[in-house]
């Protein structure tokens, strides 16, 4: 067996109602003056309240940042660490989707530590310490409460990523009920995004690729194909939710530990440059870099096709199951009426040619692809998914 190493968040709870008990299940781990980060439309929604008032019964003082935006930038993350600076932050709770529990984490690690942001890009060189970290999310895609990633936008489209196990949080806190008001398209955008998630963790050329990660890449699946569906037209279903947000946690265990590859590193000018969400950015390309990635990766698709649809358990072969399993995603966004063609999301071909070379410079994704991709095939996948 090839030796590993696998981190996760050290403490997680899954539980209906329980971000309003934050401040009693995870109170004394953060200290008393708390930095509290999350978006406007989450404020505006009042769904901060419950969780903010919970903080407040148990005695903390609370500095709210509510102006995280998607693909949040450089600028964003450094007034949220000002923010926090001037509360005296002990503690960093985060609150939301992806974009807002990743400038909670960078937060987290920059009042902790003092350390500089430019030394910490990349794998495995930011430091610490951070300051106590609770993340709970109201989206059920990005798996980011149990990853040590954080992507920030710098400048005008460049995405960069800091990844350590030292930004893993102290808590995940995952309450189903957060999520019974998300919208029809961002219930299916992330949710597909979470099974991105899983495929790339399981068919990852990681050397870290490893037997736990893989398991949890399957079950992942199993939860997330069997109820995306009933989640997206079934909203207030918790039984559903619930599965969703289990599957998009142990989907992102699996990926933190057993990188995501191709299909994130041609997500990311999509989202970058356009500002198309991410999750729809990653479903967007996702058949056709499966697609290129066949001649190297069938037989791993091949491996979970039944999990995400149990029907294809009685495809033969594994040319035949890992095709089916491809269209199989392909008519998944149809029905969940994701728009599934790069024209659909206002993206024009002459913008092709730049985006190709853009995702080139995503490096630490592109090395755990399956197949090597050089810029003219990444030309050729935009090509096809546009």
């Not at 407040?56 to 450094?78: N, Q, R």
């Not at 994130?264 to 990653?282: D, E, K, Q, W």
């Amino acid at each position: 067996m090839n030796p590993f190493t696998f981190n996760t968040t050290a403490s997680i709870v899954l539980e209906p109602g329980s971000s309003r008990r934050l401040g009693e299940i995870a109170g004394r781990k953060i200290g008393k003056n708390v930095l509290f980060v999350t978006d406007p439309g989450l404020r505006r929604l009042g769904l901060c309240d419950p969780v903010l008032a919970s903080l407040g019964e148990a005695g903390h003082d609370v500095a709210v940042f509510d102006t995280v935006e998607a693909d949040p930038s450089l600028a964003t993350l450094m007034k949220a660490v000002e923010t926090g600076r001037s509360a005296g932050a002990t503690g960093v709770v985060g609150f939301g989707g992806g974009s807002s529990l990743d400038v909670a984490k960078l937060a987290a690690l920059l009042l902790g530590s003092g350390e500089d942001l430019e030394g910490a890009w990349g794998v495995a060189n930011a430091k610490g310490p951070r300051l106590p970290l609770v993340l709970v999310p109201t989206t059920a895609g990005t798996g980011s409460e149990v990853t040590p990633v954080s992507i920030i936008t710098v400048g005008e489209e460049e995405k960069r990523g800091v990844s350590s196990a030292v930004i893993l949080p102290d808590v995940a806190l995952l309450d189903p009920e957060l999520t019974l008001g998300l919208p029809p398209a961002i219930t299916a955008a992330t949710g597909v995004d979470a099974m991105v998630h899983a495929i790339e963790a399981y068919a990852s050329k990681s050397a870290n690729n490893n037997p736990l990660s893989k398991m949890l890449a399957k079950q992942a699946l199993s939860l997330l194909g069997a109820n995306i569906e009933t989640a997206v037209f079934d909203g207030r279903n918790i039984e559903a939710r619930g599965a969703m947000l289990l599957g998009s946690m142990l989907a992102g265990q699996a990926f933190a530990n057993s990188p995501v590859a191709a299909v994130h590193a041609l997500a990311y000018p999509i989202g970058g440059t356009f500002h198309v969400p991410h999750g729809l950015s990653n479903a967007l390309v996702l058949q056709h870099v499966l697609r290129f990635n066949m001649p190297e990766a069938a037989h791993l698709y091949a491996e979970i096709a039944a999990d995400a649809f149990p029907a294809l358990a009685r495809e033969e072969g594994t040319q035949g199951r890992c095709a089916a399993f491809i269209e199989e995603l392909a008519d998944l966004s149809k029905k969940l009426g994701l728009q599934t063609r790069l024209r659909d999301v206002k993206i024009g071909e002459e913008h092709l040619p730049k985006m190709a070379a853009d995702a080139m410079k995503q490096t630490r994704l592109l090395v755990n692809n399956p197949r090597t991709v050089s810029e003219a095939d990444a030309l050729a996948i935009y090509r096809a998914a546009w």
